[in-house]
């Protein structure tokens, strides 16, 4: 077994030192690097609060519970310090790069004893102004023990002594999450001082303590346990989450981060006071919290940033002079996403809430935001008298408070609001719109491979597909009187549903592949996908690789399968793709006996990834692509695309490490082609295969 996969938590960790990357990659704008600084440093935050997390609390509850690739919890905890460690190191020697760079932009970050007195005294006015206000300085004694710290709390524990005496006593500031990470005190316009709040408080602390000044302090950091587990009788999902978020603000700490070169003694008085494990600590070089560097993003040249890019109007519904409900009945259309702006589908539901001939709209919900446009689209339609239905998963990791926020709201509107499965979220993302026509409901369906979520879908990558097919329309409409109603469709006649039957699915299509190398036919599989943890899929991929089906997977993040292992994955190719915009549509491609790309080829999109929660315990869509055009649009344009990428590309090369392919600025990207190139259904072309059959696997 320890042979045959990658460990999850290890895997991801690599897929986290590729977007880290891109912060030291001297070829992107400046501060789109300290953007991909940022986002590294949150994905970090989510992997402790979660992943790390759960492993704490195995160990702790003594499960003897082995990874797939054979390690005991105690095991995997080694490991992941031991890479996270090597992850830290190479974050603080990519800030180090990019202070250079930013200094030579005239952009420092500064100490206090760096700055001049005319900064001081900016400085100490801000500090007068905007930062005392809200403090609440805490001296720790037995009369005033030691405060709880928030997840993700930012605090100053401080060695302090009273003037003309030698005796210290300790004391404690929490800074609230509310004020500015960093200030610029410079005078001058073109150049920017930045001090950060914790060198801010540190240096004028002092005046919360009449009489007393700061001798040592430390800036630190805490993350916890913030997962929520659902309990079986937790026949209230609402009642229950609200109680369980205000939990995970006390849940185990699991990382306490400190500034590099802290006091020992003050180091250890802190360790002591909250209980946390020595292996929890982390030392950063220059501050905790690195994430919140994205404050400062703003405040750069143009030619610090990407040059803008507009979304591209769709072409088939400019053709029918913007009316929706025309363009999708004429034929199916996907809309790829940021490419082509995700205002389809917005416009699409505004025109349904509009239309006095529709008469129903439902909705799924899983991220979304609550100034959503979609939101307010089905708010108006409701307050209109249609009949609105949304399905809201409040069980959306991180969005769980903005979720049941959401639902409130909505049904303050009207809206009928439905949160599901207890023990299954439902991840498909659908709308089905029913519209009188002559007559006669007709049905006009979207499927997405991403979230309702208008800032994601400006940087990541997914696939909107329209369609007014009574065969689609028929099985979406089973599938919202399934979650909302409990009653089980069974198997549908075009789309597939997970939990039930999307792993038997897929199964019998690898299988398919299986019998075709052995009859000598093409047997060819393309995948794109953000994460492969399944093991018996990934069994499956080993198996038809012996076979001798070809196999090229397009996986963003965890993998844990291991390619071009002899007799067990040697046609198997894996690479991932990071760069200006998030790989995230989910596409399975199968060759069904015929040379790739082909029309005769099986083309499927999902919203499910190829892990065990997505396939055994979540509702998820998947569905084949029948019409030709938008068949070509994700077989010869897309999945090629992804196919030829090299400017972008990590290759998963030794069993488990990335190797970046990318050559030179006149390498092919994906990213760039997109956007320069209309889709098919905007008159685009299908990208050539030739390029490919130089790919070696």
Same mark, same amino acid.
């Given at each position: 077994?320890?042979?045959?996969?990658?460990?999850?938590?290890?895997?991801?960790?690599?897929?986290?030192?590729?977007?880290?990357?891109?912060?030291?990659?001297?070829?992107?704008?400046?501060?789109?690097?300290?953007?991909?600084?940022?986002?590294?440093?949150?994905?970090?935050?989510?992997?402790?609060?979660?992943?790390?997390?759960?492993?704490?609390?195995?160990?702790?509850?003594?499960?003897?519970?082995? /990874?797939?690739?054979?390690?005991?919890?105690?095991?995997?905890?080694?490991?992941?310090?031991?890479?996270?460690?090597?992850?830290?190191?190479?974050?603080?020697?990519?800030?180090?790069?990019?202070?250079?760079?930013?200094?030579?932009?005239?952009?420092?970050?500064?100490?206090?004893?760096?700055?001049?007195?005319?900064?001081?005294?900016?400085?100490?006015?801000?500090?007068? /102004?905007?930062?005392?206000?809200?403090? /609440?300085?805490?001296?720790?004694?037995?009369?005033?023990?030691?405060?709880?710290?928030?997840?993700?709390?930012?605090?100053?524990?401080?060695?302090?002594?009273?003037?003309?005496?030698?005796?210290?006593?300790?004391?404690?500031?929490?800074?609230?999450?509310?004020?500015?990470?960093?200030?610029?005190?410079?005078?001058?316009?073109?150049?920017?001082?930045?001090?950060?709040?914790?060198?801010?408080?540190?240096?004028?602390?002092?005046?919360?303590?009449?009489?007393?000044?700061?001798?040592?302090?430390?800036?630190?950091?805490?993350?916890?346990?913030?997962?929520?587990?659902?309990?079986?009788?937790? =026949?209230?999902?609402?009642?229950?989450?609200?109680?369980?978020?205000?939990?995970?603000k006390r849940g185990r700490i699991v990382r306490l981060e400190l500034r590099k070169g802290s006091?020992?003694?003050?180091?250890?008085?802190?360790?002591?006071?909250?209980?946390?494990?020595?292996?929890?600590?982390?030392?950063?070089?220059?501050?905790?919290?690195?994430?919140?560097?994205?404050?400062?993003?703003?405040?750069?040249?143009?030619?610090?940033?990407?040059?803008?890019?507009?979304?591209?109007?769709?072409?088939?519904?400019?053709?029918?002079?913007?009316?929706?409900?025309?363009?999708?009945?004429?034929?199916?259309?996907?809309?790829?996403?940021?490419?082509?702006?995700?205002?389809?589908?917005?416009?699409?539901?505004?025109?349904?809430?509009?239309?006095?001939?529709?008469?129903?709209?439902?909705?799924?919900?899983?991220?979304?935001?609550?100034?959503?446009?979609?939101?307010?689209?089905?708010?108006?339609?409701?307050?209109?008298?249609?009949?609105?239905? +949304?399905?809201?998963?409040?069980?959306?990791?991180?969005?769980?408070?903005?979720?049941?926020?959401? +639902?409130?709201?909505?049904?303050?509107?009207?809206?009928?609001?439905?949160?599901?499965?207890?023990?299954?979220?439902?991840?498909?993302?659908?709308?089905?719109?029913?519209?009188?026509?002559?007559?006669?409901?007709?049905?006009?369906?979207?499927?997405? /491979?991403?979230?309702?979520?208008?800032?994601?879908?400006?940087?990541?990558?997914?696939?909107?597909?329209?369609?007014?097919?009574?065969?689609?329309?028929?099985?979406?409409?089973?599938?919202?009187?399934?979650?909302?109603?409990?009653?089980?469709?069974?198997?549908?006649?075009?789309?597939?549903?997970?939990?039930?039957?999307?792993?038997?699915?897929?199964?019998?299509?690898?299988?398919?592949?299986?019998?075709? +190398?052995?009859?000598?036919?093409?047997? =060819?599989?393309?995948?794109?996908?953000?994460?492969?943890?399944?093991?018996?899929?990934?069994?499956?991929?080993?198996?038809?690789?012996?076979?001798?089906?070809?196999?090229?997977?397009?996986?963003?993040?965890?993998?844990?399968?291991?390619?071009?292992?002899?007799?067990?994955?040697?046609?198997?190719?894996?690479?991932?793709?990071?760069?200006?915009?998030?790989?995230?549509?989910?596409?399975?491609?199968?060759?069904?006996?015929?040379?790739?790309?082909?029309?005769?080829?099986?083309?499927?999109?999902?919203?499910?990834?190829?892990?065990?929660?997505?396939?055994?315990?979540?509702?998820?869509?998947?569905?084949?692509?029948?019409?030709?055009?938008?068949?070509?649009?994700?077989?010869?344009?897309?999945?090629?695309?992804?196919?030829?990428?090299?400017?972008?590309?990590?290759?998963?090369?030794?069993?488990?490490?990335?190797?970046?392919?990318?050559?030179?600025?006149?390498?092919?990207?994906?990213?760039?082609?997109?956007?320069?190139?209309?889709?098919?259904?905007?008159?685009?072309?299908?990208?050539?295969?030739?390029?490919?059959?130089?790919?070696?696997?």
């Amino acid at each position: 077994m320890t042979k045959r996969y990658n460990n999850r938590e290890l895997s991801w960790l690599e897929f986290n030192s590729r977007v880290l990357s891109e912060a030291g990659n001297t070829d992107l704008p400046l501060f789109e690097r300290l953007r991909f600084l940022s986002i590294a440093s949150n994905n970090l935050d989510e992997f402790y609060m979660v992943r790390v997390a759960g492993v704490y609390a195995q160990i702790k509850e003594k499960i003897k519970h082995e /990874t797939i690739d054979g390690l005991s919890p105690k095991e995997q905890l080694k490991k992941i310090k031991i890479k996270s460690s090597e992850l830290l190191k190479k974050s603080n020697y990519i800030w180090s790069k990019l202070k250079k760079d930013l200094s030579k932009q005239r952009i420092f970050f500064k100490s206090f004893v760096e700055i001049n007195q005319d900064e001081k005294s900016n400085l100490l006015n801000i500090f007068n /102004t905007n930062i005392a206000p809200v403090l /609440t300085p805490q001296a720790i004694d037995p009369s005033h023990p030691f405060p709880f710290l928030f997840n993700q709390g930012h605090f100053l524990l401080m060695e302090m002594q009273k003037k003309g005496k030698k005796r210290s006593i300790y004391s404690i500031i929490i800074l609230p999450k509310n004020l500015k990470r960093f200030y610029n005190v410079s005078n001058i316009e073109a150049v920017k001082n930045y001090v950060s709040l914790e060198e801010t408080v540190s240096s004028y602390g002092s005046n919360l303590f009449p009489g007393y000044e700061i001798k040592n302090y430390i800036s630190a950091r805490v993350t916890r346990d913030s997962d929520i587990e659902v309990e079986d009788e937790a =026949e209230d999902l609402v009642v229950f989450y609200e109680k369980a978020l205000k939990k995970r603000k006390r849940g185990r700490i699991v990382r306490l981060e400190l500034r590099k070169g802290s006091e020992r003694h003050l180091k250890k008085f802190l360790i002591k006071k909250i209980k946390a494990d020595p292996d929890t600590v982390d030392e950063i070089e220059e501050f905790v919290g690195t994430y919140e560097i994205s404050q400062i993003l703003e405040q750069g040249k143009k030619e610090f940033y990407f040059k803008k890019f507009n979304s591209r109007q769709v072409e088939r519904v400019n053709q029918f002079n913007g009316d929706y409900f025309k363009a999708i009945k004429s034929k199916d259309m996907i809309v790829h996403h940021p490419y082509e702006t995700f205002d389809a589908v917005i416009e699409f539901l505004n025109q349904a809430v509009n239309d006095p001939n529709v008469q129903a709209i439902k909705q799924t919900l899983y991220r979304t935001t609550l100034d959503s446009p979609i939101v307010k689209a089905l708010k108006i339609a409701a307050e209109n008298g249609k009949s609105v239905t +949304a399905i809201v998963e409040i069980k959306a990791r991180f969005d769980e408070e903005a979720n049941i926020s959401l +639902a409130k709201s909505l049904e303050r509107s009207g809206v009928q609001v439905v949160y599901g499965f207890v023990h299954l979220k439902t991840h498909a993302k659908s709308s089905l719109v029913v519209r009188l026509e002559n007559g006669v409901l007709n049905k006009y369906v979207h499927i997405g /491979t991403g979230n309702y979520h208008p800032i994601n879908a400006k940087i990541y990558t997914d696939l909107s597909l329209f369609s007014a097919d009574p065969d689609y329309a028929n099985d979406i409409e089973k599938f919202f009187n399934f979650v909302t109603g409990y009653g089980d469709p069974g198997e549908l006649e075009n789309v597939i549903l997970a939990p039930r039957f999307l792993r038997p699915k897929l199964n019998d299509l690898i299988d398919n592949e299986i019998e075709n +190398a052995k009859s000598g036919k093409p047997a =060819e599989i393309w995948a794109k996908m953000n994460s492969l943890v399944d093991p018996k899929i990934i069994d499956r991929f080993y198996l038809a690789s012996k076979h001798g089906v070809k196999i090229h997977l397009f996986v963003r993040g965890i993998c844990c399968l291991k390619p071009g292992i002899k007799n067990m994955s040697e046609n198997i190719y894996v690479k991932s793709i990071v760069g200006r915009f998030l790989e995230h549509s989910r596409i399975y491609c199968f060759a069904n006996g015929k040379e790739m790309p082909s029309r005769q080829n099986k083309v499927f999109i999902s919203s499910a990834d190829l892990m065990p929660r997505n396939l055994d315990r979540r509702l998820e869509i998947m569905l084949p692509i029948k019409n030709e055009t938008v068949h070509a649009q994700v077989l010869d344009q897309i999945m090629m695309a992804n196919l030829k990428d090299i400017k972008s590309s990590w290759e998963l090369k030794d069993k488990k490490y990335y190797k970046i392919l990318k050559a030179g600025d006149d390498v092919f990207s994906a990213h760039e082609y997109f956007m320069k190139n209309p889709s098919l259904s905007g008159q685009g072309k299908s990208i050539i295969k030739e390029e490919i059959m130089n790919l070696k696997i």
